[in-house]
């Protein structure tokens, strides 16, 4: 399969402060790249280099077969991008900013026109085209801002946290546009703090934190690899975990300390460990669900997802209680 | 030697390179916007140098006697289509564009695209030239009505607002790279455009003032526009005009590069 961009030890100092630190990874024509980690794990840097808005500090970044450095033009002719703040152009409306956006690349006024049309339909904004980008919903903001994106029709579209800030309603509108995009075959890059967001669309990812990537690849093959199948929460008094612990450490992989919580981390059946603890007076309450990727992270960090966002309150990706 | 000068030669021509067919898509962005306001927004342009024009013309004027031989409302209407032109530009390129670059996020949009930062600056310039040009041009038809343009030389005005559109869309562009906040163009307009508004010879000639200030005058560019506009009015034309367009030339080309800077280093780190 083609490779689309290409990072080796890719760098990026702000004064002095690595916000990426020296990071390889590749990604494969048509699939859907994720780029997973909290707030201030270097995300959004990583993708401002590829769209050739932050100029790299060190390293080589390859993308659509272009060096970064020698004709940015050129690879940006063929991307879109999806920030992660909103900036359609509030002077215009809806359809105005499609067309108005295809006038920077150069798009025949005709052709743009029709484009435009089959972009709104597609992502139910027909109704809302004439109307002025500050009256509509902030679903249909994003929605319009992927369908900016679109108008050139790019060979690969990078998404910047395309659903923080949205409600779980508008979000799940989104995943399934993006699916479909994937489905036509589209090239997909996608920095998320949602870890449902992230083993919902990406066929590959890396796991981002402080710089660095800590681990990658399929959110399947992460969550084997790194936890196992199962988790078992575990809610116990601070002065019995060790014993516990040291109970079922030959029937577990590992395990994770987070506030009251133990997680334990179970390769593939649960059932001795179930029949441990429901002999035993261990713990308060316990549950069993499936692995997933803030497990993954869980135990990478030693830290959850959880962040704070612009407005200021926390909020923690909803995927954990699945 | 030759091989030498030859890059860096190329380095220079990099910064006036942005004056392009992708800073016009920028431009023509802006005049899209332009084409769905346009009445209110050059109303406030035209109805305030008319304002100007009538009190201080009607109104100082019968205090005031014949100035270089001609009635003060003649002698200041040049003056005010210069400084009409010079504000258009100078709020255009501060304000506007500072709202566009700052609130708006629309370079943040552009930059995305093909275009690059410094051809969004460039198209936004060419942009406060046009609206500064149109202004003043407005302006020289209406005081032209009044019968207070009588020289055919007058039909070179718009070349010369030209010059000073984008001398003040770029002066005002390079404060917009620079302001922390919106409320800063306020020394912008108190520090530098106001006092070349009240100090350029657009309402009394300029050998009334001390010697010294007639010499800082001539680097105000606002003062070459005014003895621009106001000779190409009356058909006092002679050799003198040359030195003033050239050096609006040159003060054009020197700063050129420094808004594009300026917006650089603000934008991308």
Known sequence: ?322 | MKAQATPKLRKWALYYSPLNRWALKVFARNLFVFRKTWTTNLAFNIVEPLLYLAALGAGLGMLVEDVEGMSYTQFIAPGIVATSAMWAAAAECSYDSFVRMYYQKIYHAIVATPINLQEVVAGELLYGTFKSVLSGTIITIVIAALGLVPSPWALLIPAVLVLNGMAFSQLAMIWTGIVPKIDNFAYFFTLIITPMFLFSGVFFPMDVLPAILQQLAWLLPLYHIVALLRSLTLGIVNIDLVFHVLWLLVFILIIFPLPQYLMRRRLIK
């Not at chain 1, 630190?21 to 590829?50: E, H, R, Y």
């Not at chain 1, 997680?263 to 059932?271: M, S």
Request: include cysteine; proline fraction near 4%.
């Open chain 1, 1 to 322: 399969m083609p490779v689309v961009v290409e990072a080796q030890n890719l760098q990026k100092n702000y004064n002095g402060f690595p916000a990426v630190a020296g990071i390889d990874f590749k990604i494969q024509k048509g699939q859907c790249f994720g780029i997973l980690g909290p707030n201030g794990a270097g995300k959004t840097t990583v993708v401002a280099m590829i769209y050739c808005f932050h100029p790299v500090s060190g390293g080589k970044l390859t993308v659509l077969g272009n060096d970064i450095n020698d004709d940015p033009r050129a690879i940006k002719k063929r991307l879109g991008v999806v920030p992660q703040e909103n900036n359609l152009d509030l002077e215009l409306s809806v359809r105005e900013n499609l067309l108005i956006y295809a006038g920077y690349y150069g798009i025949k006024r005709e052709v743009a026109e029709k484009k435009a049309e089959e972009l709104l339909y597609f992502f139910g904004l027909s109704a809302k085209a004439g109307q002025e980008v500050d009256k509509i919903s902030g679903g249909m903001k994003r929605r319009l801002t992927i369908a900016r994106g679109l108008i050139h029709t790019p060979d690969l579209l990078i998404l910047d946290e395309p659903t923080t800030g949205l409600d779980p309603q508008s979000r799940r509108l989104i995943w399934e546009h993006l699916r479909r995009l994937k489905k036509n075959g589209l090239t997909l890059i996608l920095t998320t703090h949602y870890l449902e967001e992230a083993s919902q669309l990406c066929d590959d990812l890396i796991i981002m934190d402080k710089g660095v990537i800590l681990d990658e690849g399929k959110p399947v093959d992460l969550i084997n690899k790194q936890v196992g199948t199962k988790v078992i929460e575990v809610d116990i008094e601070p002065n019995r975990r060790n014993s516990l612990i040291n109970s079922v450490k030959n029937l577990i992989r590992g395990y994770q300390l987070a506030d009251a919580t133990i997680y334990l981390f179970i390769p593939e059946d649960e059932t001795e460990v179930m029949k441990f603890l429901n002999a035993s007076d261990y713990a308060n309450t316990y549950q069993v669900r499936p692995a997933n990727l803030e497990d993954v992270f869980l135990k990478l960090t030693g830290r959850g997802l959880s962040y704070e966002d612009d407005t200021g309150h926390e909020s923690t990706s909803y995927a954990k209680t699945s």
